[in-house]
Nanobody, 115 residues
Framework: VQLQASGGGLVQPGGSLRLSCAAS????????MSWYRQAPGKQRELVAA???????NYADSVKGRGTISKDNAKNTVYLEMISLKPEDTAVYYC??????????WGQGTLVTVSS
């Protein structure tokens, strides 16, 4: 599975954005699709995840500000974030997990929250 993340850029504090992760094949059978992020000098952390059945999970730092969703017809997973803060600045990666296989990672998209 190849993943292509897009939608990053420079956003002012308090702003919003939507990241997209397009998969090279059907995501219908992918068990979990996730968004991770890695800020400079920090470890990669989970931001949000969605299962094949549509169950979602969020990091405490983005609860109430982030929404993960997917469009099976478009083989795409989205991450919408509002009320962005400077501490949301990071490279955001999408990840696909099929049980029994190693995770698949996209190339990352940079989000910079700054005035």
């Amino acid at each position: 599975v190849q993943l292509q993340a897009s939608g990053g850029g420079l956003v002012q504090p308090g702003g919003s954005l939507r990241l997209s992760c397009a998969a090279s094949e059907s995501i219908f059978s992918i068990n979990v699709m996730s968004w991770y992020r890695q800020a400079p000098g920090k470890q990669r952390e989970l931001v949000a995840a969605i299962t094949s059945g549509g169950l979602t999970n969020y990091a405490d730092s983005v609860k109430g500000r982030g929404t993960i969703s997917k469009d099976n017809a478009k083989n795409t997973v989205y991450l919408e974030m509002i009320s962005l803060k400077p501490e949301d600045t990071a490279v955001y990666y999408c990840c696909a997990v099929i049980y029994g296989r190693s995770p698949y990672w996209g190339q990352g998209t940079l989000v910079t929250v700054s005035s």
